[in-house]
């Protein structure tokens, strides 16, 4: 069962909701609303599911209504309609002390500007959750201690958060949500008031926390490229309304309207595109039935200079090239092994684009890739620069 | 205008203190007699007991540390109060400064819980700014009247009027200081799940108090105000000097009593404004 549900959550900010709510479920528009009625459209039925231990990244413009949604998730901001499941319950209409007894401990929150109390030090603002849960003193200052061990910040427990840095000041935000072991972490765009060195490298450090984590992650951004860093799945919000949901590659590939495509166009695709997502289907031969005239001929045909050799298994051998090839149809040599070329440029399926990058640079062959010492695909350079470009990216390729 | 006859409010004023005056009398005595003999006690019994070489010197000593260990407050206690001792006011001071503690502590009392209510609460914040303003408009001397109806006069009524006139401050600041801890503080308050008296005491209050500060060191300020004023209905000391200098005409008197206020004020203020620090502040 999913940790988080989130159920046509809406919010509409101002003064006699109902007559906007109907307008909504009419299929106004979020601008229509507002010159009939007055009503801001915060969130517009928005529905999604974050499963255990995901990073989940709601992405979206300023206005877009990412930091509202947040809120009523932990009910910082009350619903107007729609329901939110933590564990299956519903926190919308759950009384006040429930709702307390949730915050506590199941949902910690991060804060774009940090949210640090000035007055107290790091370590008393690590502490912060524990003391409102009524822990002793000793057992809470040993666990805030180990959750500021884990940013990385142990020394500066009697510091004053107006004495560190900014990503220091986040990374206490940080240890504070984590001191209380919640089941759900909510990080309303975290990194994104530090400058973009400290945000990539917290952004790496969130992903190795996370790795031994396994946190379940509601995750608020406005920097695209973050979120395709970070989530596991995206979803994407325009004018208050979830506009897609899938994985990175998802949204990339397939955007589900031209808001979407508009938005993805800019992105640094190399980041985020893997081998799998541009290589082609191999033309190979088969070491064991075929001799040099079938590789030739099989060459001429698809207008290629050379070919990978396989076996049955499509275990990789290596590859020959068109020279080689008729040079041994004239000497009558039979066998694909003597003129069998073993120096291949090999990627894992996985490899990001970025790295394809400077293999294919040095290589006259297309690269090689794999699966398992399998031959799945091949790269050639066309392919790469196309999808760069953002366009003619094999989808195929993808196995699902 | 001639159709409506003059409105019969200062009749209404007056009854209606009657009334009060009446209905609580047991209150109102119990606090003159009983109330008065302790601030009497206070003043007479406990600090003209201390020789005034032990007070100067402890208070100078506490100025040190107070101003962080800086030479120039204590020096400025030791002659000031030097100095009104040498005049032959120190029993005058002494009084002066009781009624300033018990006018300041009271207003303080009265003052933070409204200003936390007016805080938390927009229908009391709407109610109560237009009684602060009247309370800090209508001139002092008036409150004087209801205070000698009450109390008769002596220390208790110059205590009465003082903290009317003072307490708007304390209110004031307290509800700005409350208000203006940033709303994103507020949300990271409530989503770890504090109560609304968690919220109040480990987060607003503590952030806040820098401002409150600012608000109780107006209100004893003003307390002083009243010491001149409170003096025309009995409230012993250095005021009483001074309009015995008015009545007789005679400057000297009247100054040399100022002074002694004028002493006793940047004393208290400094003292109050020193105090005013926050954890974690960058200097």
Same mark, same amino acid.
């Given at each position: ?23 909504? =479920? ?36 300023? +206005? ?22 933590? =564990? ?169 309207? =031209? ?88 990627? =894992? ?47 195929? +390729?993808?196995?699902? | ?30 606090? #003159? ?51 009104? $001792? ?49 309370? $800090? ?71 806040? #108090? ?25 409230? #012993?000391?250095?005021? $009483? ?5 008015? $009545? ?36």
């Amino acid at each position: 069962m999913p940790v988080v549900q989130v159920k046509n959550l809406s919010k509409i900010f101002g003064k006699n909701s109902k007559k906007a709510t109907r307008l909504l =479920d009419e299929g106004l528009s979020k601008d229509e609303i507002l010159k009939k009625t007055g009503n801001t459209v915060g969130v517009n039925r928005a529905s999604f599911d974050v499963e255990e231990g995901e990073i989940f990244v709601i992405m979206g413009l300023s +206005g877009s209504g990412k930091s509202t949604l947040v809120r009523l998730v932990n009910r910082l901001i009350e619903p107007t309609e729609g329901s939110v499941l933590i =564990d299956g319950k519903d926190l919308a209409t759950m009384d006040s002390k429930s709702l307390r007894e949730v915050r506590r401990e199941k949902l910690s929150m991060v804060f774009q500007r940090f949210g640090l109390f000035p007055h107290r030090t790091v370590l008393e603002n690590a502490e912060f959750g524990l003391e409102v849960q009524g822990m002793d003193k000793e057992e809470r200052k040993k666990k805030a201690q180990k959750s500021l061990e884990l940013v990385g910040l142990g020394d500066y427990v009697n510091q004053y958060p107006g004495q560190l840095s900014g990503g220091m000041q986040q990374r206490v935000g940080l240890a504070r949500a984590l001191a209380n072991d919640p089941e759900v972490l909510l990080m309303d765009e975290a990194f994104s008031a530090l400058d973009p060195l400290i945000r990539k490298e917290m952004q790496d450090e969130l992903l190795e926390l996370q790795e031994s984590m396994k946190k379940t992650i509601l995750f608020i951004t406005h920097d695209l490229d973050e979120a395709l860093r970070i989530g596991d799945r995206i979803a994407l919000m325009k004018d208050g309304r979830i506009v897609q949901i899938g994985t990175p590659e998802e949204i990339l590939v397939n955007p589900a309207n =031209d808001y979407v495509e508009k938005f993805v166009q800019d992105v640094d695709r190399s980041k985020v595109l893997t081998a799998e997502n541009i290589m082609k289907r191999p033309e190979t031969v088969d070491i064991e039935k075929h001799g040099p005239r079938t590789a030739l001929e099989r060459m001429r045909k698809e207008g290629l200079s050379s070919i990978y050799v396989t076996d049955a298994k499509r275990r990789l051998y290596g590859y020959v090239t068109a020279d080689d090839v008729s040079e041994a149809t004239k000497e009558e040599v039979k066998d694909l092994k003597d003129i069998l070329r073993t120096e291949v440029p090999k990627v =894992d399926k996985t490899t990001s684009m970025h790295e394809i990058f400077n293999i294919i640079h040095d290589t006259a062959v297309p690269i090689a890739v794999m699966e398992d010492e399998k031959l799945v695909g091949i790269i050639v350079r066309g392919a790469v620069i196309a999808a760069l470009a953002g366009n003619e990216v094999n989808i195929n +390729g993808i196995d699902s | 205008m001639e159709l409506i006859p003059k409105l019969p409010v200062a009749e209404w004023i007056s009854d209606a203190t009657d009334w009060l005056t009446d209905t609580f009398e047991f209150l109102f005595d119990f606090v #003159k007699n009983d109330f008065g003999d302790f601030i009497e006690f206070f003043a007479e019994s406990l600090l003209m007991q201390i020789p005034i070489w032990l007070f100067i010197a402890v208070v100078a000593v506490l100025a040190f540390f107070v101003s962080k260990k800086r030479i120039g407050l204590p020096v400025f206690v030791i002659f000031g109060l030097w100095f009104i $001792q040498n005049q032959e006011l120190w029993e005058e001071l002494m009084n002066t400064f009781t009624l300033v503690i018990f006018a300041s502590l009271i207003s303080v009392i009265i003052g933070v819980p409204f200003g936390i209510w007016m805080a938390k609460n927009k229908v009391v914040e709407t109610l109560l700014t237009p009684v602060l303003d009247f309370m $800090q408009t209508m001139p002092a001397f008036v409150y004087l009247i209801p205070a000698v109806a009450f109390f008769s006069i002596g220390m208790v009524p110059g205590v009465f009027a003082s903290v009317i006139f003072a307490t708007p401050p304390t209110v004031r600041f307290t509800n700005l200081g409350i208000r203006q801890v940033s709303h994103e503080l507020i949300e990271a308050s409530d989503a770890f799940g504090t109560t609304g008296a968690q919220k109040l005491f480990k987060v607003q209050l503590p952030m806040a #108090k820098k401002t409150i500060m600012a608000g109780i060191n107006q209100t004893v300020m003003l307390a002083l105000s009243m010491v001149v004023i409170a003096s025309m209905i009995g409230a #012993k000391g250095l005021g $009483q000097t001074v309009i015995t200098g008015l $009545q007789r005409a005679d400057v000297g008197t009247g100054f040399v009593a100022g002074l002694g206020i004028v002493i006793l004020a940047i004393i208290i203020d400094r003292f109050t404004q020193n105090l005013n620090t926050q954890r974690g502040d960058q200097s």
